[in-house]
């Protein structure tokens, strides 16, 4: 499944995580593929199959 890398770096801001979405700003493609990228989220902090189960994305 593919997100726009505007809403992981939004994820991430909204659970206190600063550091981690400019990373993510830095480091992800515009459009995020959650399979692709899965190992790279989740050293994110991001839950990757939190969006396959029909929610947005999670931080973990």
């Not at 400019?22 to 190992?39: G, I, K, N, P």
């Amino acid at each position: 499944m593919n997100v726009d890398r505007s809403h992981v770096v939004q994820a991430l801001h909204a659970g206190g995580r600063p550091d981690q979405a400019r990373r993510a700003e830095e480091e992800l493609d515009v459009e995020v593929d959650t399979v692709r990228d899965a190992d790279r989220l989740r050293d994110l902090g991001i839950d990757p199959d939190s969006r396959a189960q029909g929610g947005g994305l999670a931080v973990r």
